[in-house]
């Protein structure tokens, strides 16, 4: 499949901006696709984007809606997640995955999921 690994996280006051990347190796990148997800301390990991293959569907999960954008450069074999007006509640470590299935759609369980990265933490501050 592919490896991910992401970057991009750190600490940003509440409203302000991240932009997170999650780099892949492998010749299969654009058969995938990418869900970024997140856990706090103490709550399970959920669910908060993914994009598919080609880069034409999304989905957000409702809390992150109007605030983040994820896309992604096939030819870089990189996706982005973009968030805008940070809140605290959007601090967590951020991890990208691929979906089990080529050209597999729709889902947003991690278990649908591998080859997660290592994670990257996001911190807001009030």
């Known amino acids: 499949q592919v490896q991910l690994v992401e970057s991009g996280g750190g600490l940003v006051q509440a409203g302000g901006s991240l932009r997170l990347s999650c780099a892949a190796s492998g010749h299969t990148f654009n058969w995938y696709t990418i869900g970024w997800f997140r856990q706090a301390p103490g709550k399970e990991r959920e669910f908060v984007a993914y994009?598919?293959?080609?880069?034409?569907?999304?989905r957000y999960r409702e809390s992150v809606k109007d605030r983040f954008t994820i896309s992604r450069d096939n030819a870089q074999n990189t996706v982005y997640l973009q968030m805008t007006s940070l809140k605290p509640d959007d601090a967590a470590v951020y991890f990208c995955a691929a979906d089990k299935i080529p050209y597999g759609l729709g889902h947003i369980r991690e278990d649908d999921y591998s080859s997660w990265g290592q994670g990257t933490q996001v911190t807001v501050s009030s």
């Open positions: 994009v598919s293959p080609s880069g034409g569907m999304t």
